[in-house]
């Protein structure tokens, strides 16, 4: 390699730099150095980045001439398009509020330059707006990676303990850690410790470094110098600490997780004021309109022209269901990861349908044809566009949605068994006997219900790699191991038998693994208790919501909307003032039926959401909008 091919190795921390890369690295680099990115050069040493924060911050100022160019001539274009009359009502509006212009007034100038003007200050606040989400991203990136080590920590801590009763040094033991993918973040930051232990040729270098550049500065970077402080001192002193770490450390995620449970009461109070506000609103709205003649004056929206009551009750819909997508999100943040199964899709079309029946994932797929053409059908026998979308949203998520529910109960069975399955092999091997041994015997001799399938199987493979004549059977016996937990495919199983694999790898004594795994799955299947038991008052809140909604839209129009429509039609003769055309029946049941669907979406979202994740939230959301259609259509008013 040339010199110069080594210094750009050096200078961007990577091979090689694509040609906008670097022609952006030559214009815009120096920025890098400037007093006003010093901090978002320290959140970058927090991030996981792959690329350079040179590299990094010229990409965000190319981004941000982009942005700039591209506003220009549309914007250029629009204040030249602005009518007189609303440049005059502009200048009007400044000239009498804004301070020291009310006295000087609003100079005149050519429309031309004054387009010119708005142009280049959008332009160039825009600029400036993608320089700052540029240092926000970072900010964001850090703030993630600090939850993701706070959440994973205690397990990698517990799983150490664990490992410290082998033979493993201090080195092999955080291997194990960074090699296993249930510790996310906290895995990454000891992989980076690793690796800088290679080049430097010292772990406790390694981790210094990673204490000093971690965005955990109050919890894994304390551990991590702890950590080397001990491992110097032996493994009996190693062991003890890990002891009293994992313990205190799940104190400290119990107390993170008592106020999540306080914000998410919080969240609940606020969502079920936001969505009964806008529905009342839109009462209240059709009320007035009788006595309010300028709500039925037209305005024009880039959609076409409607009355200011219409873009209300429109827009108080599309605010229902913004309120109802941010709440399931918040839900689904607040939620452990821990405690989230993640359902992957295989990537082959035959075995995604050949899965469709017991994996979410596969189902939401794989109905999306059949939904559509349940549009298309609802379409052909002459229902509405408003209600062709509904009940195709409907047939789409409820089957999505049980089949989801089938899952969530199947993978309940299985972390209920294991739970027992651990307690019996661990009663086997306590008596001495090897770990395939017990396995077997447990498999024979243990109605394990759901689990009894994947038992089998890991009783099998284990006997099968470990009764292999002349070979070291450990790496197969993991390889089981990791098979089995694949099987099962829920959170529990992945941490839980991940300990067993790594803890007898390294030699430590199996009943002492088996020790920590009774209590470690103990604990982890009453958290999960304790959250189910928990979430269902929000499926209760969410739902109570969206009936009640119901009750009162379905009140409204049976008693209320008749006498208001005969209270209009006086107007023609007795003289009163009010608006003969403000209330509609037919056509106001329909926008009441508008605002309770998006209600019923929104509600359903934030139930499923609560209850087990976004495909039971299909289930609750279509259940609810079924519900509504049913109800409204039995009572002739839609």
């Given amino acids: 390699m040339s010199a110069g091919g080594v210094e750009r190795t050096r200078t961007f921390g990577e091979r090689s730099l694509s ?95 004054a387009a010119l003007l708005v142009a280049v200050t959008v332009a160039c606040a825009g600029k400036y707006c993608v320089v700052r989400l540029g240092g926000l991203y970072l900010r964001w990136v850090t703030a993630a990676r600090k939850a993701d080590i706070e959440r994973t920590l205690p397990g990698a801590v517990r799983y150490l303990h664990a490992l410290s009763s082998g033979s493993d040094g201090q080195r092999s033991m955080l291997r194990k850690v960074a090699d296993s993918g249930a510790y996310g973040e906290t895995a990454v930051s000891v992989r980076k410790a690793l690796n800088t232990a290679a080049l430097t040729g010292s772990v406790g270098e390694g981790l210094r470094r990673v204490a000093r550049d971690t965005p955990s500065r109050d919890l894994l970077a304390p551990f991590l110098l702890k950590f080397r402080e001990h491992a110097n001192q032996g493994s009996d002193a190693l062991r003890n600490y890990l002891r009293l770490e994992s313990r205190m450390l799940g104190h400290r995620q119990a107390r993170a997780r008592q106020r999540a449970e306080g914000f998410l009461e919080l969240l609940a109070e606020l969502f079920i004021v936001l969505l009964v506000m806008p529905s009342l609103f839109v009462i209240v709205l059709t009320v007035m309109s009788v006595l309010a003649p300028g709500l039925s004056e037209p305005v024009r929206t880039p959609l076409g022209t409607v009355t200011v009551r219409t873009a209300i009750v429109y827009g108080s819909a599309a605010f229902i269901l913004l309120v109802g997508a ?38 939401a797929v794989a109905l999306v044809g059949p ?97 292999e004549p002349g070979r070291d059977g450990t790496d197969l016996r993991s390889a089981a191991l990791d098979r089995f937990v694949e099987r099962v495919g829920t959170p529990l199983a992945e941490q839980t038998i991940g300990l067993v694999t790594g803890a007898l790898d390294a030699g430590s004594d199996a009943e002492a693994v ?26 209760a809140v969410g739902w109570t919501t969206a009936l009640l909604v119901i009750g009162i839209a379905v009140a409204i ?43 019923m979406l929104a509600s359903g979202w934030f139930a499923g959401s609560a209850s087990r994740g976004r495909y039971e939230a299909l289930l609750h959301s279509g259940a609810l909008v079924g519900i509504c259609y049913v109800v409204f259509a039995g009572a002739r008013m839609i």
Avoid at 51 to 66: C, H, K, N, P, Q
Avoid at 349 to 355: C, E, G, I, S, V
Avoid at 565 to 578: I, K, N, P, V
């Fill in 557 to 599: 129009n049976s008693y209320v909307l008749d006498g208001f429509a005969q209270l209009s039609a006086l107007s023609g003769t007795s003289g009163f003032a009010l608006d003969p055309d403000a209330v509609r029946p037919a056509r106001d049941r329909f926008r009441f039926y508008v605002v309770t669907q998006s209600t």
């Fill in 514 to 539: 088996f020790e920590t795994l009774q209590t470690e799955i103990g604990r982890l299947y009453h958290e999960k208790r304790a959250l189910r038991s928990g979430m269902l008052v929000y499926v």
């Fill in 19 to 113: 040609v906008p890369d670097r022609a952006l690295y030559a214009l815009f680099a120096r920025h890098a150095d400037a007093e006003r990115h010093a901090i978002d050069r320290r959140q970058y040493r927090g991030t996981d980045l792959r690329t350079s924060f040179d590299v990094y911050l010229a990409r965000v100022y190319g981004l941000s001439w982009v942005a700039f160019l591209a506003l220009l001539g549309p914007t250029f274009g629009l204040a030249v398009a602005v009518p007189a009359e609303t440049l005059a009502a502009i200048a009007a509006f400044l000239e009498a509020g804004v301070p020291v212009i009310d006295r000087v007034g609003v100079p005149a100038m050519p429309r031309a330059y």
């Fill in 326 to 363: 941010c709440a399931s999100v918040l839900i689904g943040d607040l939620r452990p990861a821990d405690q989230t199964v993640v359902y992957r899709r295989p990537s082959e079309p035959l075995r995604m349908l050949a899965t469709a029946t017991r994996n979410p994932a596969s189902a």
């Fill in 371 to 467: 939904a559509l053409l349940a549009a298309g059908g609802l379409f052909a026998a002459g229902y509405e566009p408003v209600n062709v979308a509904l009940l195709a949203y409907a047939a789409y998520a409820l089957p999505v949605g049980v089949v989801a529910v089938r899952r969530a109960r199947l993978d309940d069975a299985k972390d209920r068994e294991i739970k027992d399955f651990v307690h019996a092999v661990s009663g086997h091997v306590s008596l001495g006997r090897p770990f395939p041994e017990a396995v077997e015997l447990v498999a024979r001799d243990v109605d394990l219900g759901a689990l009894d399938p994947d038992v089998a199987d890991l009783a099998f493979n284990l006997n099968l790699t470990t009764r």
